[in-house]
């Protein structure tokens, strides 16, 4: 640390400083800290103190690099016995960023400013306090973030450039937008928008985290000289506010106009870009750049490279990337094991978390997570268990993360107690954990307690999403709870996330499952419609008096260029039969064998329904010989059909053709045969 002192030299100056302090009864923020008069009564007790030799620069070294709290005190006092506080800036300076860096409390940091501001001639005490509060993050309740700076201008000290970078960090952490604008206008008045540092600071760090797309896009335009930060920090600006065209449209002009050229950082700042666009031609386009230019060395824009074709689909293309890689690290492997996931891979996923452990890299979070729903999809059950024992071995059952995927996993498995366990145990908890608890609800059947635990939710401070909606809007569907779902209908009106379609969506569900095709209907003509909004009216519909409406929504699907799916055949054929409506029936068996839809076990059911339903016994056993994979629903209705019409024969015949096609009989088999007897 003080290479020009001796070494015996620097350990009597680091004892005689520990003596000072296990000394001394000091306590952080002691208002007798910076007594002169105490400071001297230690010193003297103090045994020794003739062998240092005390120099201004040594002490200055000192402080720039003590290594905790204990140690900036030290330095604290020492700079007092020996006059060199307050009158030293330098060593004022050094000392309150070590003090911020140590998490003092802000009237320290405070105090020795004001002691040593009377010495002060410059902006520099300044920024250092302005800095120091960056460091801190949180102000004192009696002391304004702001009021350096106003006292700095009142004082009639001009602002620097070393000012205005620390000062809009200031603005951005307490979301001072006023303030912030204020700044940029000051800075303006004194020609710092020339320096590419400060633009590059409000670029990124001001309006970047504000998301005033057109005034970051206003000063880097405006920057007279951009270096390489001012490109990436404009990029970064538009890829984190999902303006993906404009970041791609960035780097092209980059490429064109610009004396600099993509580093890492563009690389890696894009490829997120291109992951979401699922563009692989312009993920082609920067691999061969980064080939070219030897980035591909470098071990951050190979894992990109490895996320970014695993994101496009393009499994083989991140493989390659994998293992032509030079250095790999634990991002390396885990981004492998969510590729292979991502693309349902499960088990080259699980052989790479193999091989990831056999080489003696370290499991983090991240690997927990990605590995998890892998063992869902692979029916590893068991081995999901032995993950988790090992995340309780190791604490990793602490991470959020972690907890969500384990949450998810016992879910899946039907294990909601577990499920339960892993949730209530956890010490902090973010949207993604309630909303995965409230699906482990849902989709095991617990649907009192879903709708429970979205009031829990709500009483626990934490705003219901939309995700949290379409998961609890289908158990109010399923046990007919219309209140609670009619509260979360305005809920969801309220936060503004019934304009989301999939909660529209979920809204009309509910509504029709409960028997409520009026409000159903309202809720479908207010939302942004898709095939599936169009396909649960029409299910809806279909069960009631109203089938015609099935119809007409039927044919509406098309007018408005919308698809017709197994869903919407299944749903407008079971109307017609509610209403034996043979003619509309077979316009639409038609359409179904035009688009061979026909082919499908649902439709072919609900045509042999409708048949039977009308008295076509004849159409129905044409439609049931060309069943190629019949179930005991096809069955069922056949042998119900030849019941109706008093055919028992038949009936009974059908009844053990069953048998011998391989289809068990149920409880609706026996109605069936009986029925005709």
Same mark, same amino acid.
């Given at each position: ?29 002691? !208002? ?444 109010? !569907? ?200």
């Amino acid at each position: 640390m003080f290479h020009h002192v001796r070494i015996p030299r620097l350990v009597i100056f680091t004892k005689s400083l520990q003596t000072l302090t296990e000394s001394s009864s000091l306590k952080l923020g002691d !208002a007798n800290f910076c007594d002169l008069v105490s400071a001297r009564k230690i010193f003297d007790e103090m045994p020794q103190r003739d062998l240092v030799s005390w120099y201004q620069k040594d002490l200055l070294s000192f402080c720039v690099n003590t290594k905790s709290l204990v140690q900036t005190q030290q330095a604290h006092a020492f700079a007092i016995i020996h006059g060199l506080l307050p009158t030293s800036i330098s060593i004022s300076s050094a000392l309150i960023l070590r003090y911020a860096t140590f998490s003092s409390h802000p009237r320290i940091v405070q105090m020795m400013f004001n002691q040593s501001l009377p010495f002060s001639r410059s902006a520099f005490l300044y920024n250092t306090l302005i800095r120091a509060q960056t460091m801190m993050g949180v102000a004192d309740d009696h002391i304004f973030p702001f009021d350096v700076y106003n006292g700095m201008l009142r004082s009639g000290v001009v602002p620097d450039d070393h000012t205005f970078p620390f000062l809009i960090k200031l603005c951005t952490d307490y979301t001072e937008v006023k303030k912030g604008l204020e700044v940029h206008g000051m800075l303006m008045k004194l020609g710092f928008d020339y320096d590419v540092l400060v633009n590059n600071t409000l670029l990124l760090l001001f309006y970047g985290s504000f998301g005033d797309l057109a005034g970051a896009r206003t000063v880097f335009n405006e920057t007279p000289k951009r270096d390489l930060v001012s490109w990436n920090s404009v990029i970064r600006v538009f890829s984190d506010s999902k303006c993906y065209f404009e970041a791609i449209g960035v780097i092209k002009e980059m490429f064109l106009w610009s004396e600099f050229k993509p580093n890492v950082v563009s690389v890696v700042s894009l490829l997120p870009v291109c992951a979401v666009l699922e563009d692989e031609i312009m993920v082609s386009e920067i691999h061969c750049y980064g080939i070219k230019v030897g980035l591909d060395c470098q071990v951050s824009a190979g894992n990109a490279f490895v996320d970014v074709y695993g994101k496009c689909l393009n499994v083989e293309s991140s493989r390659r990337v994998f293992d032509e890689m030079v250095e790999r690290n634990e991002v390396s492997w885990n981004a492998m094991i969510g590729t292979f996931g991502h693309n349902g891979f499960n088990n080259h996923a699980l052989e790479s978390f193999r091989l990831m452990i056999d080489e003696g890299w370290k499991v983090n979070s991240t690997t927990i997570s990605s590995l998890l729903p892998v063992l869902v999809e692979l029916g590893k059950f068991s081995k999901g268990r032995e993950l988790h024992g090992f995340c309780l071995r190791t604490g990793l059952e602490c991470d959020v993360f972690v907890a969500n995927a384990l949450i998810d996993m016992y879910a899946k498995s039907e294990c909601s107690a577990e499920a339960s366990a892993v949730f209530y145990n956890m010490d902090s908890r973010n949207v993604v954990s309630w909303n995965t608890m409230v699906a482990n609800f849902a989709q095991n059947r617990l649907e009192l307690e879903a709708i429970g635990l979205v009031r829990e939710m709500q009483s626990n401070g934490e705003t219901p999403t939309s995700v949290t909606l379409t998961n609890v809007l289908p158990a109010c !569907a399923r046990i007919g709870c219309l209140r609670s779902g009619k509260e979360i209908h305005s809920k969801s009106i309220r936060n503004g996330s019934v304009t989301d379609r999939f909660v529209s969506n979920a809204v009309t569900d509910m509504y029709a499952k409960c028997g409520c095709l009026n409000l159903a209907q309202n809720a479908f003509d207010m939302s942004l419609k898709d095939e599936i909004s169009y396909n649960i009216l029409i299910v809806g519909y279909s069960q009631t008096s109203h089938c015609l409406k099935s119809l007409e929504l039927f044919s509406e699907m098309v007018l408005n260029g919308m698809k017709h799916d197994t869903v919407s055949f299944v749903g407008v054929i079971s109307g017609c039969a509610t209403i034996s409506a043979i003619k509309q029936g077979k316009e639409i068996h038609a359409s179904a064998v035009r688009r061979l839809f026909h082919e499908h076990l649902f439709v072919s059911n609900s045509l042999l329904d409708l048949y039977t339903k009308c008295g076509r016994i004849d159409l129905s056993r044409k439609v049931f010989d060309r069943i190629e994979n019949r179930d005991v629903a096809s069955w069922n209705t056949m042998i119900f059909g030849y019941g109706m019409l008093g055919d028992l024969h038949t009936a009974v015949v059908m009844f053990e053709a069953m048998r011998e096609d391989g289809v068990e009989h149920d409880s609706v088999s026996y109605i069936a045969v009986l029925s005709g007897m």
